[in-house]
């Protein structure tokens, strides 16, 4: 068509200048400047055949006067000028038709003056390009002048300008991601690149140039685009430097193939690997690349008497790489096996050594890690961990920073940790396992001067973000496990601090006590002793809390005595200032003496009045060291006497004790001093208790205890002596202020510390001093802030903190005492105030005053500060609930607030939970509520079914209140005289709540419960077990409460057996309420395990049923067989149907008449009962008369052998297998007569012939554990109900409860009756299976078995084999040019098209099949979420063009005139059929509405229409199919051309 209009015009006119002047005038459109394009494009033939003359200076006048300007003309605009261009699409359309416009002219000038002079003007105004609106365009004009005219400068005498072209061309592809970076690097590189020389050394020179990541995807484009020029073909001319050669270039080459996030740099990338291996093939020529160490193997190397290996090799790895850009499991699981075989090309099997430098390796292994599959990240750090462990570990920096760098940052992810199926529960993590064994193989194997700096940088790398704490643990755990070696300094000690700060993030106590544990043996593994000082041991050990990881006691306390004993003389020097200004090399015992002694001294600047309480901080790394002497010191004289720990114990703390004395005779000590001494002794005590055993049998804490105890007479006179004048004295000053605030802080810490671990017992009724002034205290007074007496510094640091804090500080502290008070004298509490006028101890003998002090306080204290309230509500609301219900209701009321809006943290929330439980459902409230049956009754049932809601949220609460409950009715249970089990009977719905509870965990959370048991499975050897309180918050832990406590219930006890019958009544009402809902009822559904759950309580409870209960309810577990329940609950109601009629054959006849119940509606439930009968002998085991029984059960089994159904008859066929042969046993006469026909039918299923289902199924079901391996007596445990059963009957995990945990569950003692806890058959042995048949072994796991795939599913790479087209002119091939892509000149129009599926996926048909552009009617449409799924995102690859339905006549108008052929998919009276029809080159297809088709206006618009030929009855197909099957077929004509 272009050239059909050109020589139309060149034949109007004889002058063909006059006719260039003629379309330089005027506005210059798009249409103008294309056709003077065109023009020149055949005045350039003619010349060539010498046909016109004199154009030479006509085309610089075209050049100069009308291009040049057309190109520069937005940078020309004056400032304030309307903006009178074309929008931006137009405007590149000119620009490209100017471009090649200017080429003509360049070329008809002849010589390269003229290009040469365009190429200087505007390579100056692209060097002074700045950043200001417009310079976007001006870059782009100024890059198609430059592509226009380069190709005609000459190589060797303009040499240096094209080297300059070159320059700044590569400095704007690099620069970003803009059209002029894009033209730049797709079309004006590429064509300097093709003169060679001087220009493309200059772009070779700076793509070698370092730069950053960011540079990465800019160089690849021009790498890509430069790739024939940089990789030649054999026998090409003038080929540029080799870049198989440069280390530069394969580094952003596997830069590339990692980036993640970035589909189409990677394409780039596999691109110029792909043509480096096959121009290396067809050359066949030795080439060979350095190593970026300098030593070891090269980047690259081809050998070509390694060829075929060398091919294999990047035949697997290209294909590797192309298989993860699908991100499909089932598509890359197949293709990992290749991943072995790269190991076996890569390490060289004579020596051991690396043929391939690992990089490559580890190129694949980051697109894993980065990847969005979390199942294929986990797949590949587990694929690197286990062959690195097995393979010959390079030992590169390179290889370091990727374990330092990508590898961590994956294995940062807590789902990689989760089990594998099959692996039993708390089993542990295989990828924890397989990090454990790799960090010791690597670590062992490194050479020395490279072990410390490797260990410095990984545990750096622990500290650089917000771990979770499975991931920590793993890490932690595997740290540990490296074997001692002198690795780590202080630098490397203070790091480890560093990494114990990041395990206090998590809420999970368990998990970063655990993490702790391993860290301290980590730092015991690895410290070079020699280079850290028992100071910088001491602050390390600072980091760690006691009370979750290293307490005394443990084995973590006597490894750490054991490392301390063997190299307390070999500590080096303090680095620094220590804590107490030690910095000589010393022995342990030397350090702590002289810490107690710096610590007890008083600093100057303490002696005044103006103090702030000291630093607790100190207190504890005192106590901490001095015990941990104390027992180094034991271990070192073992043999030594109990003279020899109380000689060291005084010579350390001699200077405390005799502070301690003097407290109450030296009123002039400094109260700094004393405040620091009692500081010491509190933390001492709490300190040294041994964890998880008595502290009786330890010989340190009976000394200390001695010891303390003689000088508590005058740390009593002195505490008393300075509250007292604190409390008569009225100033405000700050001293006054802080001294009350010290000194009832040191009261409430010494009460603390007698009430829990001295345990002293004195009377009651003698009240001393000291308990007199307790119980006088002005309660909840608050604190006034003091007067500033200064402007100290350390009244700044009280302000800043926030008298608030310290206020409620001291109110806490009162309660405190208050609690040790009231505890003391709990028998003196009276059930009201009462009449006395003036009593002894007011807040002991004035309960109500007290508890409504109580409620005032918990208006006022925070959260952290509820809990000494809590217990003083527990000793006082027992006492007051019948005369005071209304305060106490109050006091439930508010307390639950305060639960409720805690947060779910260990050190807040748990306690204060335990509290709250321990004094709303005290036994004594729980029977006094019951018994007046007021509203304090109905307040607690409110708050239990309010904790169980709770619980779904916070796990673990539930836990706590029905252990402390069934726990408290244990006791009383046991307690004939109170009449056992009333609480129990009156709160009975807590236990029923407790039999079914249980929740569908998220992932995450089974993770975190999977790891707490496997940490909880190392027991004593993991010291976090023995000092962090056994919490239990699992749900399963609720159940086993529940069951190990009806265990414990007598059925010969009248109350026992009440309460067991209201129970088992309401889990049939429940039942019945789950079995009649409405919501989806399927396998491990909540409302699957709910049933079972019921069942197995059931269960658990019929043989303590007697007669007549179960006349009750007999009827209500037949009728539950008839309801279509999951396997698991069908052989929980069989199994409680064998054992009823078992004990009571006298039901059986009932038995007998359910078989006949509504035939009808039978189906497939009469299973059930049929599944009962091949235990018949169980069942009448003790009948005396069996024939007539078994004469009933052949005559109702060959009833239902006839049925329909062919699961009736297996399982009739199976009942009467097992009844035939006890007839025959018992020689039952009467039968003779059915002989024949029995022994017929079990003959003839017996020896059925051929391999179906038939004789499969038959062999299945006699084969199944119910029928094969159960016996229903035998296996009546614990066991079997709650683990076996459910695992063998298909349920989830969640709902396993294995017998070791009912043995962990201590809280409640176990039953010594006849229910056994483990089953005495081999049932347990069995795995899990059905007589239905089951295709076993189609889990992905299989293929990770697979050593090679014969073959495997391998996506398209369109332009692998092909360069970008660099000589685009079309308006809709920018962006397919800045992509790097071929196309086609394909346009497809969907605007007709309503449906956002079919949108979707013709967006992907025309992206993978090259089309130029997809028209739409609404742009919008590609955020819709159904186009999203069926394009995945093929939009972003595929220029889009919105026009709307009624812009269609307009828009098929103009690409007519472009030239297109309109081709109209429709069905039509002259359509031709796609098998005859030729496409042409330019085509369009217009697709049809998805109900109307292609409008009859529109019709008479198009060329042709072409018809898919149909050989069925269907009138039509899809749209999107319709349109893919024309897009190919266009697609494979211009294919084979």
Known sequence: MEWVLAEALLKQTQDPRVLLGTLCRGEASAERVETLHFLLQRLENETARGGVDALPEAAREVAAGYLVPLLRGPRARPAGAPDSDPPARPRRRVLRAAGAALRSCARLAGGSSLAATLAEEVLRDLLAVEPAPGVEVGAEAAVEVLTAVGPCLRPREDGPLLERVAQAALSLALAGDGEAAALAAGQLLPELGRSGGAALRAVWGGLLAPGGPGRVGPQLLVLSALAERLLPAPGEREAGPDARRSVRFWAVVQAGLARAGDALTRKRARYLLQRAVEVSAEQGADCTCGSREGNGPSLFWWSENKKDE????????I???????????????????????????????????????????????????????????????????????????????????????PLMDALSESSLYSRSPGQPIGSGSPLGLKLERFLVTYISLLPKELKSSFLFKFIQKMTSRHWCAVPILFLSKALASVPRCKALGPDGLLALRDVLQCTMITHQILLRGAAQCYLLQTAMNLVDVEKVSVSDISAFLMSLRQEESLGRGTSLWTELCDWLHANESCFGRSSGCSPVGLQEKCSLNAYVKNLVQEYIKSPAWETGESYWMPDWFEAKLVALMTLLAVDVDGMRNQDSEKQRTQSILRTFLDPLLDVLAKLGTNAYMPLPKTDRCLQLLVKLLHTCPVKGSSTEADEVFTLLQD??????????????????????????????????????????????????????????????????????????????????????????????????????QYIHDQWVCLSFLLKKYHSLIPASDGDLLEPTLPAVQRPARTLRSALSALTVLPAEHVLPVFHCMKLLVPKLLASSESVCIEAFDMAWRIISSLSNTQLIFWPNLKAFVRFVFDTEVLAVAAEIKGQAYFKIKEIVYKMIEMSAIKTGVFNTLITYCCQSWVATASDESRGSLSNAGNYSELVFEACVFGTVFRRDQRLIQDVQTFIENFGHNCAANVVTENTQREDHYVRICAVKFLCLLDGTNMSHKLFMEDLAIKLLHKDELVSTSTTRYYVNSQQHRVKNRIWQILLLLSPRFDQNFLNRIIDKIFQAGFINNQASIKYYIEWIIILILHKFPQFLPKFWSYFSYGEENLKTSICTFLSVLPHLDIIIQNVPEKKHILKQALVTVLQWGFSHNFSVRLYALVALKKIWGMCKTLQVEELDALTSVIEFSLNQVENVHGAGNAKKNWQRIQDHFFFASFHPLKDYCLETIFYILPRLSGLVEDEWISTDKFARFTDIPSHTGCLCSSSPTRLHQLKPGDWAQQDAGSNLGETANQSEWADVQKKIIPWKNNVPDLDLELEFQDRAAKLGKSINRLIVVASLIDKPTNLGGLCRTCEVFGASVLVVGNLQCVHNKQFQHLSVSAEQWLPLVEVKPPELMDYLQQKKVEGYTVIGVEQTARSAALTQYCFPEKSLLLLGNEREGIPANLIQQLDICVEIPQQGIIRSLNVHVSGALLIWEYTRQQLHG
């Open 707 to 808: 010891l303390v105890v003689s000088t508590t007479e005058s740390i009593s006179k002195f505490l008393l002596r300075r509250l007292t004048m604190n409390e008569l004295s009225s100033e405000l000053t700050q001293g006054r202020q802080i001294q009350r605030v010290v000194s009832m802080a040191a009261l409430a810490m010494v009460c603390g510390a007698t009430d829990q671990e001295l345990e002293l017992e004195l009377d009651p009724l003698d009240a001393g001093p000291t308990e007199r002034f307790l119980a006088s205290l002005p309660l909840n007074q608050m604190l006034q802030k003091p007067h500033p007496e200064d402007q100290s510094s350390c009244f700044e640091e009280s302000s800043s903190r926030g008298w608030g804090k310290i206020a409620a």
């Open 319 to 405: 294909l590797i790489l192309e298989t993860l850009e699908g991100n499909q499991m089932h598509v890359i699981k197949p293709v990992l096996p290749k991943l072995n075989n790269l190991f076996e090309y890569a390490v060289s099997e004579e020596n051991g050594l690396w043929l391939f430098h690992p990089s490559w390796h580890m190129c694949i292994y980051k697109r894993m890690f980065e990847s969005e599959n979390k199942i294929l990240t986990k797949e590949g750090v587990s694929h690197f961990l286990e062959h690195y462990e097995t393979k010959v570990l390079p030992f590169s920096p390179e290889f370091s920073e990727f374990i330092i760098g």
């Open 310 to 317: 060398l091919l294999k090799f990047w035949e697997n790895y």
